[in-house]
């Protein structure tokens, strides 16, 4: 049984890390979403996201704009690690029962 034990520890461990991984990653990319504006029959792109209560809008580019292409990848990028932080919590939630006991 100890080396039963033993594998799930070392499995809590590295989930541990790789969530401390994503933390990580999450730091280095942008929060909220894109906003499209129309202002005088143009598009005008911006990144909009909250602090504390207030919704803030950071301009981004018009359409064909490089920095609006960079954006919606990382933001895509974040969206993808969120989804995989969210099942890395709930394999630890699941796995500190059995470790615990």
């Given at each position: 049984m ?5 594998v ?6 590295r ?5 401390d991984k ?5 730091e280095?990319?942008p ?7 129309n202002?005088?029959n143009?598009y005008y792109?911006?990144?909009?996201y909250r602090?504390k ?11 064909d704009s ?5 954006i ?8 993808e690690?969120?989804?995989k932080l969210e099942q890395v919590n709930n394999?630890?939630?699941?796995l500190?029962?059995?470790v615990?006991e």
């Open positions: 100890s080396i039963f034990k033993d799930l520890q070392e499995e809590y461990q989930l541990q890390a790789l969530k994503y933390h990580e990653e999450l280095k990319l929060k909220g979403s894109i906003s499209a504006k202002r005088n143009q792109y911006y990144l909009a602090v209560d207030k919704v803030k809008f950071k301009y981004i580019g018009k359409k490089e920095a609006l292409s960079k919606e990848e990382q933001l895509s990028k974040r969206k690690i969120e989804s394999a630890i939630k699941d500190s029962k059995s615990n």
